[in-house]
């Protein structure tokens, strides 16, 4: 029994995170060009207000027809709920290569009943490098971390005492670009897919492991507040307004059917893909 929930457990779970991957993009392609030799710096501030669904494993004692024993039974439960998400970048650059790490703090939305205490955790951060392959185009390549809990629902974790907490790693590649319309005003894109490890900390055993996959992109306007000759020691201040996306794949998600005595009966399999979408808001320099 224990097993399969936990399987169920760590299939289910969303990692919902925010999507920092491709943030450092936005302020490499507004930054005003530099000598191959020098190094410059950059950094962002992005909101992101997003909406998004979820999923929690609920495990429930029924009575099957024709039969008089109970069994206990995993279901999928879905809801949606909403937040502000803050996401802070820092990066260099040097030529045509960036490094840049992103961060966003710990953040608990409010899920009503559908999990355990109504309120959903998560955190996530990267690092990663790009390349500038043309004017306005770029290449990246990050890796990126998560973590997210509750898992189940609030009679699960009752019942059988429990929360559960996923962790997630993730390898993107990702291309960013910026087209301008005037001096001052560009549109920008962002897309990036990448596989992701997954681990989910199971109370009732060991750790259960899978992989999975997600995609995710922004598009939206970008306007430079400043250019370099009207501040000495800034390259470069752009506010970006975007909607930003993000897609969660998980196939075959297990939910086991179980007797009293945790022997497994029957496995039923389901996919889910959460969505997470919103509009962001984010302001970036370079210096």
């Known amino acids: 029994m224990f097993n399969g929930i936990g399987r169920a ?3 289910a779970s969303k990692y919902v995170r925010c999507s920092l991957a491709l943030a450092a993009s936005i302020s490499a392609a507004h930054a005003s060009e530099a000598e191959p030799s020098s190094v410059s710096f ?3 501030q992005k909101f992101w207000f997003a909406n998004f669904e979820a999923n929690a494993i609920d495990v429930q004692t029924v009575i099957p027809p024709g039969s008089a024993t109970p069994v206990l039974r995993t279901s999928l439960a879905r809801y949606h709920t909403s937040d502000t998400h803050s996401i802070t970048t820092l990066g260099a650059r040097m030529g045509a290569f960036s490094v840049f790490g992103s961060v966003m703090p710990t953040v608990k939305s409010v899920a009503g009943s559908g999990l355990v205490g109504g309120t959903l955790s998560r955190a996530e951060r990267d690092l990663g490098v790009s390349y ?3 004017s306005g185009l770029s290449v990246s ?3 990126r971390t998560g973590k997210v809990s509750p898992l189940v629902t609030p009679a699960t974790g009752a019942a059988l005492n429990i929360r559960g907490e996923q962790t997630v790693t993730g390898y993107l590649l990702g291309v960013s670009g910026s087209a301008p319309l005037d001096d001052r005003l560009a549109l920008y894109g962002n897309l990036g897919y990448g596989p992701l490890r997954s681990k989910s900390t199971e109370v009732l055993g060991p ?5 999975g996959s997600y995609t995710l992109g922004e598009f939206g306007l ?3 507040l400043l250019e370099p000759s009207e501040a000495r020691w800034l390259s470069s201040v752009s506010l970006q307004l975007g ?3 993000q897609i969660v794949a998980y196939d075959d998600i297990e939910l086991p059917t179980l007797r009293l005595d945790g022997t497994p009966l029957s496995v039923e399999r389901t996919n889910a893909r959460p969505l997470t979408q919103g509009m962001a808001l984010g302001l970036s320099a370079s210096f």
């Open 9 to 11: 457990m760590f299939h």
């Open 42 to 44: 950059f950094a962002g």
């Open 132 to 134: 500038a392959i043309g």
């Open 141 to 143: 390549f990050i890796w």
């Open 207 to 211: 750790l259960t492991r899978n992989k």
């Open 222 to 224: 970008a306007y430079r």
């Open 243 to 245: 909607y930003r996306i």
